[in-house]
């Protein structure tokens, strides 16, 4: 199984930018995709951003697509989501999680992760 560490959540303004990673270990040998999911306050996890091993990458288009990008540098097992244009509701505990194999049409997909790490707040003062 792979183990996962976030971090670079913080505080910033409305229209800040923060870069968040995520650190893998455990059998990273395995080819693994990396979502990225966050939960605010009295919401439900939702999904950001995922990306497969080879690089593909999806977005949730309702929220983040044109503002955040995701990407993996898979000799460091490290994912990172960039974050852009950050608005207030963008506030929440970001998540990171891995799954092996499947497609990118199902990365969306909650259930479909097997391992997630502990969470990096991120707040976006207005």
């Known amino acids: 199984q792979v183990q996962l560490v976030e971090s670079g959540g913080g505080l910033v303004q409305a229209g800040g930018s923060l870069r968040l990673s995520c650190a893998a270990s455990?059998?990273?040998?395995?080819?693994?995709?990396i979502g990225w999911f966050r939960q605010a306050p009295g919401k439900e996890r939702e999904f950001v951003a995922a990306?497969?091993?080879?690089?593909?990458?999806?977005y949730n288009p309702d929220s983040v697509k044109g503002r955040f990008t995701i990407s993996r540098d898979n000799a460091k097992n490290t994912v990172y989501l960039q974050m852009n244009s950050l608005k207030p509701e963008d506030t929440a505990v970001y998540y990171c999680?891995?799954?092996?194999?499947?497609?990118?049409?199902?990365?969306?997909?909650?259930?479909?992760?097997?391992?997630w790490g502990q969470g990096t707040q991120v707040t976006v003062s207005s």
């Open positions: 990306i497969t091993w080879s690089g593909t990458r999806t």
């Open positions: 455990g059998r990273t040998s395995s080819n693994y995709g």
């Open positions: 999680a891995a799954r092996g194999g499947g497609t990118i049409a199902t990365m969306n997909r909650i259930e479909t992760y097997e391992s």
